[in-house]
């Protein structure tokens, strides 16, 4: 059970709209800690999509975006493609004395339709 | 081109000791920290540990504390990272990626290897 709350699926039809959010508390995203999103797409090695909240590495399209707000975080895509279908992840630092320091998201399953 | 190439996959016995390497190309090995992650069959990623190439710092994941140590060779650009008393849920894929700050409070994975399977079989 990660500390990191994400839903495990989303899913949409090419063209439109998808959030994924990924839920902390005050001991990380709550406490100020950026938060940083990856997208796995299958039988591959993850991926850096977004950096510290919102700002893409090269070569990532804009139609790929985050945000961060109090104790959460999202990740929007806008025209959904086919392409798109994969997991991703949140990830940011925990400050609790139990479990480990760096944290990522259960991970959520993109299905485009 | 700048990436991280891991060994090949392992099939180790419960108790045994499994060092997967990961060795850098096209970036000045002791800029950055070399974390590791891995993945269950079918699950999600679990942060292990990182270390600081620069000055061997390292960091474990409370859950493996005592059994793992990650290591470094600055003359190979070469990352290790070592899990013993293996059991049979540490099967995985073990990736390791380059962390970078970016100027944030915490650091991000920029460049994966491609993962190294490890079974824990008898």
């Known amino acids: 059970q990660s500390v990191l709350t994400q839903p495990p699926s989303v899913s949409g039809a090419p063209g439109q709209r998808v959030t994924i959010s990924c839920t902390g508390s005050?001991?990380?995203?709550?406490?100020?800690?950026?938060v940083h999103w990856y997208q796995q797409l299958p039988r591959t090695a993850p991926k850096l999509l977004i950096y510290?909240?919102?700002n893409r590495p090269s070569g990532v399209p804009d139609r790929f975006s985050g945000s961060r707000s109090g104790p959460s975080a999202s990740l929007a895509i806008t025209g959904l493609q086919a392409e798109d279908e994969a997991d991703y992840y949140c990830?940011?630092?925990?400050?609790?004395?139990?479990?480990?320091?760096?944290?990522f998201g259960g991970g959520t399953k993109l299905t485009v339709l | 081109q700048v990436q991280l190439v891991q060994s090949g996959a392992e099939v180790k016995k419960p108790g045994a000791s499994v060092k997967v390497s990961c060795k850098a190309y096209?970036?000045?090995?002791?800029?950055?920290?070399i974390g590791w992650v891995r993945q269950a069959p079918g699950q999600g990623l679990e942060w292990m540990g990182w270390i600081s190439v620069y000055n061997g710092n390292t960091n474990y994941a409370q859950k493996l504390q005592g059994r793992v140590t990650m290591t470094t060779d600055t003359s190979t650009s070469t990352a290790y990272m070592e899990l013993r008393s293996l059991r049979s849920d540490d099967t995985a894929m073990f990736y390791c990626?380059?962390?970078?700050?970016?100027?944030?409070?915490?650091?991000?994975?920029?460049?994966w290897g491609q993962g190294t399977m490890v079974t824990v079989s008898s």
């Open positions: 096209g970036y000045t090995f002791t800029s950055s920290t």
């Open positions: 510290g909240n919102n």
């Open positions: 990626a380059r962390g970078d700050s970016y100027g944030y409070s915490v650091e991000a994975f920029d460049i």
């Open positions: 990830q940011s630092y925990d400050s609790s004395l139990s479990g480990s320091n760096w944290v």
């Open positions: 005050s001991s990380n995203i709550g406490a100020g800690y950026d």
